[in-house]
Each structure stands twice: as structure tokens, then as C-alpha cells.
């Protein structure tokens, strides 16, 4: 289905106001003080003064000058922040006020517009069952407007899900670590060896997006169910008490799975819902990686 420009741009402008409040109100400092450099980078030289810890004289230059020079280092902050987005026939999905890919493209804004705050560079890698979309990692706000709006306008992909392989492309492609936010609804499997591998070079959180009727079954009676990733059409009888509990059982069998996977390969997670704001979620997780920086 094509899409309407028209509209695509008025989404962008809603999610781009609420996002920028959001920021500004919630996440300036906490972004800062969870993401941090890794490592740190020559700065200058300068004179050596009285308390300069001699272990960071500059021999040379001190030997060039005839008195002592130091070296001066700083934290090394500018980051790379990769979106890896699923952007499947599954994430068209949504039975409350948002689809799942809308989730996605406002998390993907809120973040990427922190992260420009900081003047850290922000990429897009959009995948279903192959890459949609690279877009390698720029500064600026219009990347990150950028970034919402091909999220939002891959909504109506009609593909499969293969998270192995998008996983692969970006570990291939990305050399030097960053911050890899994947947002999906992990509704694939045999990528977490794939996973594994991302998350010994990147640092990985991994946002799992669901809608209640990914859930619980309403009791409405006969439906008609469309998969909408591969079309197949099933017939439920919802009235059914015996289906409903298997429906519920087996999905809270799914995301207990999903949850002891990433506690496993010690990957942070945000579990969100169509249903619900995520703004609370973003803070327990910036609490829990802050609770981890050492102090001192």
C-alpha cells in the first residue's frame, strides 16, 4: 500500500512534540549520566603544576621544553546509537490506539532525540525476513526525524521476521561498539546465538513491543484471524473458555521464555505494550543501569 505522505508527516510532527517534552522534562540528565564513552582520549599537553599526579608526565615533551609537561586526558563521549527495528507484517499490528510499529517509531524518537542532546551520532537498520533500510550513523535532529519517519512509513511491510540475519548485517557492519536498541516482538526464534555474538561487542537492550491481543482473547464469539505476515486465515471460536486459557497460557509461556533468554545473555530489556505509556519503563531501565555504574 502506498503511503500517504500527507499523513506520514502529520504522525511525525505528533510523535516529534511529545517526544521533545518528554526529553527535555524526563531524560536530559539521565541519559547523559547512563550512557557514557568507553574509554578515554588524549586531550593535550600542559605545564606540569604542583599536585599533577607523576605518572602522567609527558617525558618527551618534558625532554624537548626542559621542565615538565603532562598529558591531559577526557572521557571519550560521543557514542554510536544503532536502532535495529522490526518492521515485519507482525509489527502492523494493533488493537488499542497504536500499532506496534507506532511504539517503535516514538520509543526510536525519544531516544535518538536524547541522543542527539548529547552529540551522539544515530542509525537505522529497518529488517523483516531481510534489511529494508541502512542508514548509517549521522548527528543532527534531522537524522533523528529521519529515523522516525522510516519507521513509520515501513509499517505496512507485508514480510516474515528473520531477526538471525538482521542481527548478522549489523555485526558485519558495525565495527566499532555502540548502544544497539532492538525493537520487535521477538515473535521468531533460533537468533540467540546471533544475539550472543551482538552483545559481546555492543552494548544491547532489547525492546519487546505486544498488544493485549497478543495476550488474551476477547470473547467475541467466532473470528475470523488473519496472520499478517503470511496471510493465513484461521477460524476461532473465542467463546471457547478451554482456547482462551491456552491462548493466555502460551503466550505467558512465550514472554517467561523471552525474559529468562536476555537475563541469560545479561541484556537489558523494556517490555512494552501498545496499551500503555512507556515513559515509566525508560526510567526503571535508566535506574537499573545507573544502579550498576560504579560510585566513586
Known amino acids: 500500500m502506498p503511503v500517504d505522505v500527507k499523513e506520514l508527516m502529520k504522525q511525525v510532527g505528533k510523535i516529534r512534540v511529545v517526544t521533545n517534552r518528554l ?3 524526563h ?3 539521565e541519559y547523559h549520566s547512563v550512557f557514557k564513552g568507553h574509554g578515554i582520549e588524549f586531550d593535550e599537553v600542559r605545564e606540569y603544576t604542583p599536585g599533577d599526579d607523576i605518572r602522567s608526565i609527558d ?5 624537548r621544553m626542559g621542565h615538565p609537561f603532562v598529558k591531559r586526558f577526557c572521557e571519550e563521549r560521543e ?3 544503532l536502532f535495529l527495528v522490526d518492521v515485519s507484517g507482525s509489527q502492523s499490528f494493533g488493537s488499542v ?3 506496534k510499529a507506532e511504539v517503535a517509531a516514538e520509543i526510536t524518537c525519544l531516544l535518538a532525540l536524547s541522543a542527539i542532546k548529547n552529540q551522539d551520532k544515530i542509525g537505522l537498520i529497518l529488517f523483516s525476513d531481510r534489511i529494508e533500510k541502512s542508514i548509517p550513523p549521522r548527528k543532527g535532529r534531522t537524522a533523528a526525524m529521519r529515523l522516525v519517519r522510516e519507521v513509520l512509513a515501513a509499517e505496512e511491510t507485508r514480510r516474515g521476521t528473520d531477526l538471525t540475519a538482521a542481527l548478522r548485517f549489523l555485526n558485519q557492519a558495525q565495527k566499532k561498539r555502540a548502544v544497539v536498541f532492538i525493537l520487535s516482538d521477538f515473535m521468531t526464534s533460533g537468533y540467540e ?3 550472543r555474538v551482538t552483545a559481546r561487542h555492543h552494548d544491547v537492550i532489547c525492546c519487546a513491543i505486544d498488544d493485549p491481543r497478543e495476550r488474551e482473547l476477547p470473547q467475541a464469539g467466532i473470528v475470523e484471524i488473519q496472520d499478517p505476515e503470511s496471510g493465513e486465515l484461521v477460524l476461532l471460536d473465542t467463546s471457547s473458555r478451554s482456547l482462551r ?3 493466555r497460557t502460551a503466550a505467558e509461556i512465550e514472554e517467561v521464555s523471552l ?5 541469560k545473555l545479561k541484556i537489558d530489556a523494556l517490555f512494552l505494550s501498545t496499551e500503555r505509556p512507556f515513559m515509566e519503563d525508560v526510567h526503571k531501565l535508566f535506574r537499573q543501569r545507573q544502579s550498576r555504574i560504579p560510585r566513586g
Open 23 to 25: 526529553v527535555d522534562e
Open 27 to 29: 531524560l536530559s540528565g
Open 59 to 63: 617525558w618527551n615533551v618534558t625532554a
Open 79 to 81: 557514542l554510536t546509537i
Open 97 to 99: 490506539a497504536r500499532s
Open 193 to 195: 546465538r546471533e544475539l
Open 245 to 247: 486459557d491456552a491462548f
Open 259 to 263: 525474559r529468562r533468554s536476555f537475563r
